[in-house]
């Protein structure tokens, strides 16, 4: 057995089951055998990949689009340029590279990064030698000065809770143990007055999500954005108010399931986008506007077709077929969205709407 299941078994034997987002906590971030604590999860030979590891132009357009929303809101000096969860740092490296040409943005960046896991920081700084980059454990720690920053699939990585609606209450579901083995299991229903506005939209037996931490990220970037200027990009599979079972494990490319093997599968859930921007107030937040119309608005294609007169053969057959995956409605042009964080005057960063 697995010294995080037999951690697991023994927590829950001590304490009762535990909420899905204690054992999401646990399997993710458990400092020794954690899923992110120890290892790089992204690329062909780990579990996942993500949009910056499939082309560079994700982090080049994204990036140009945050120094855009920089010099529309009078280019600050100094500015903290941040990333959530920057994994391999390969967004903020194309990023980087992209904005080069952009006067005053290098001179007037700090870079700070959010990471929780010391492998991936460890690649970050291989991936940003050069830039000096500054890392911190939580929002809250980011310098008090004017603050654009980038989220790719970090919100979805932060636990949540699962409510399943039963008459005019809620059960939560938990991970308890039963022969040995992790198993899911309900509460008793009690009303939650959190949940208190979904009797509106729900039916019994309905699964609604909450994701506290991402309420908590949420709220410092926004009270941070709203006092001294700045913009956030937030980009992640998920939808305007949460609603199903969206709790997933993913192990070597393939679904998994989460109780099966804990700490060895990635596990996420789809981000309540509504729940960020209610928690971001005072700052404003754009519409969500799908992947794959916000890459194309900053003019993917053009991006895509100035790459391709330089590539032939197999490669211009991957960089077709990323273009395709980071935009068509059928690959994650649909189920990943983007939405920004903003003050309430200031302009949106290209290709988004109020
Ligand atoms: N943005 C990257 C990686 C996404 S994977 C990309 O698009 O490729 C999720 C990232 O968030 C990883 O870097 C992971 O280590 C980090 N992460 C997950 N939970 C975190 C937490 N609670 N605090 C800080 N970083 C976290």
Redesign the pocket.
């Known amino acids: 057995m697995s010294g995080l299941k037999a951690h697991l078994l023994a927590r829950i034997a001590a304490d009762g089951p535990l909420s899905v987002a204690d054992y999401m906590a646990e399997c993710?971030?458990h400092p020794e055998w954690g899923y992110?604590a120890t290892r790089d999860?992204?690329g062909a030979a780990g579990d996942f990949t993500?949009?910056?590891?499939i082309s560079q132009m994700f982090g080049e357009l994204l990036g140009l689009a945050l120094a855009l929303a920089w010099m529309d809101q009078g280019a600050p000096t100094p500015f903290a340029l941040a990333?959530?969860?920057?994994?391999?740092g390969?967004?903020m490296a194309d990023l980087l590279r992209a904005t080069r040409a952009v006067p005053g943005f290098h001179d007037a960046m700090r870079l700070h990064l959010?990471?929780?896991?010391p492998p991936?920081r460890a690649a970050q700084a291989r991936a940003l030698e050069g830039y000096a980059p500054q890392w911190c454990?939580?929002t809250a720690a980011l310098p008090d000065m004017p603050l654009f920053l980038l989220?790719?699939?970090?919100f979805d990585?932060?636990p949540i809770r699962q409510f399943v609606r039963d008459g005019d209450g809620w059960s939560e579901r938990r991970v308890g143990a039963r022969d040995g083995q992790l198993v899911f299991g309900l509460t008793e229903a009690t009303p939650q007055a959190v949940l208190a506005h979904r009797l509106a939209d729900t039916r019994d037996g309905d699964v609604v999500e909450i994701c506290a931490?991402g309420q908590a990220v949420a709220a410092t970037l926004g009270a941070h954005i709203a006092a001294r200027g700045g913009a956030a990009l937030i980009v992640d599979y998920g939808d305007w108010r949460s609603l199903g079972d969206t709790f997933q494990a993913l192990r070597g490319h393939a679904p998994a399931d989460p109780l099966a093997a804990p700490g060895q599968a990635d596990l996420t859930a789809h981000v309540d986008f509504e729940s960020v921007a209610q928690a971001a107030m005072p700052a404003a937040h754009s519409r969500l506007v799908p992947q794959g119309v916000f890459l194309e608005r900053l003019g993917i294609t053009a991006r895509a077709q100035a790459l391709a007169a330089k590539l032939e053969g197999p490669a211009l057959d991957a960089h077709v077929a990323a273009h395709r995956r980071l935009t068509h409605p059928d690959e994650m042009g649909t189920v990943f969205k983007v939405m920004a964080l903003h003050p309430e005057h200031s302009p949106l960063p290209p290709g988004l709407s109020r």
């Open positions: 993710l971030l992110y999860p992204l993500t949009a910056p590891e990333e959530l969860g920057p994994g391999r390969t967004l959010v990471e929780a896991s991936l454990d939580d989220a790719n699939e970090f990585a932060l931490p």
